[in-house]
T-cell receptor
């Protein structure tokens, strides 16, 4: 499975935008880029996913590099409730299995 | 929509006993459900993939006779930890994907198991 690399931790101030990077240099043409987040003591929560084009939803935006070897999850205005571990995961089309890496622990500073 | 529940949310049991954890998709049908285990300060590890009406597929290193999985309907999968030991203490999480839409998984809130 193609792997992803994320920073172990990041901090951001409340009400400011947050850019969470993810590198996936060995991504294949049929890999989707998924983002999930896990709040403390809870199951993970789907955030967003994309293939080639940038994507927006009510939770976040996903910016995908033109060569698809990296992507950035953007939280437009961080709140304290966004403090979580964020996982960037490649999911191959037709294979539903998710392989979780270590993710990025996001801390929001009030 | 797309809510997954787990029961119980936490359980304490004695060593040697068996514990059953239920995972339900409340408002959708799930052809496939997944079971994960998460130890403190670690990431989620996939244990098995459960398909309705067929045997579960276990990941390498996961004992199928110890972690019994049953997926009897499109809305219910169960994980039974048999003869539990303290090293089985963990956070067990299930997920489900919508039938016909495999891209997204919806996770349950998790079950915290403590074996004494």
């Amino acid at each position: 499975d193609a792997k992803t690399t994320q920073p172990n931790s990041m901090e951001s101030n409340e009400e400011e935008p947050v850019h969470l990077p993810c590198n996936h240099s060995t991504i294949s043409g049929t890999d989707y880029i998924h983002w999930y987040r896990q709040l403390p003591s809870q199951g993970p929560e789907y955030v967003i996913h994309g293939l080639t084009s940038n994507v927006n939803n009510r939770m976040a935006s996903l910016a995908i590099a033109e060569d698809r070897k990296s992507s950035t999850l953007i939280l437009h205005r961080a709140t304290l409730r966004d403090a979580a571990v964020y996982y960037c995961i490649l999911v191959n089309f037709g294979n539903e299995k998710l392989t979780f890496g270590t993710g990025t622990r996001l801390t929001i500073i009030p | 929509g797309a809510v997954v529940s787990q029961h119980p949310s936490w359980v304490i049991c004695k060593s040697g006993t068996s514990v059953k954890i239920e995972c339900r998709s409340l408002d959708f049908q799930a052809t496939t459900m997944f079971w994960y285990r998460q130890f403190p300060k670690q990431s989620l590890m996939l244990m098995a993939t459960s398909n309705e009406g067929s045997k579960a597929t276990y990941e390498q290193g996961v004992e199928k006779d110890k972690f019994l999985i049953n997926h009897a309907s499109l809305t219910l999968s169960t994980l039974t930890v048999t003869s539990a030991h303290p090293e089985d203490s963990s956070f067990y999480i299930c997920s489900a994907s919508l039938t016909g839409l495999p891209e997204t998984q919806y996770f349950g809130p998790g079950t915290r198991l403590l074996v004494l």
